[in-house]
């Protein structure tokens, strides 16, 4: 919980990470036009990564680092998985 100047929980809570996990898949072109995605039209969403494998090894919310080192923060962040028949996809949030 996060806790404000009296002492008192203001009702949010820090996240808590593993030590980061490498994973391998594709990330695809930017988002923009108007066709049909894996996860809609109403998620916010920047970029879409198919995994390599038949699971994610991370969950929605993670922190990810494409192109950085893991002691810098990370540039994207995970906003929802779907699981579907031949490969995951990850629908991701660049972080600005």
């Not at 594709?26 to 699971?55: C, K, L, N, Q, W």
């Amino acid at each position: 919980m996060v806790y404000d100047a009296s002492g008192l929980p203001n009702g949010e809570r820090t996240p808590l990470y593993d030590e980061p996990e490498k994973a391998e898949g594709t990330f695809s072109m930017p988002t923009g036009a108007a066709t049909p995605r894996a996860f809609g039209t109403y998620i916010d969403y920047d970029y879409e990564i198919h995994m390599d494998g038949p699971s994610c090894p991370f969950d929605e919310n993670a922190a990810i680092w494409i192109n950085r080192s893991t002691d810098e923060d990370p540039d994207f962040r995970a906003v929802k998985i779907a699981t579907l028949p031949s490969y995951v996809a990850v629908a991701v949030r660049e972080l600005r």
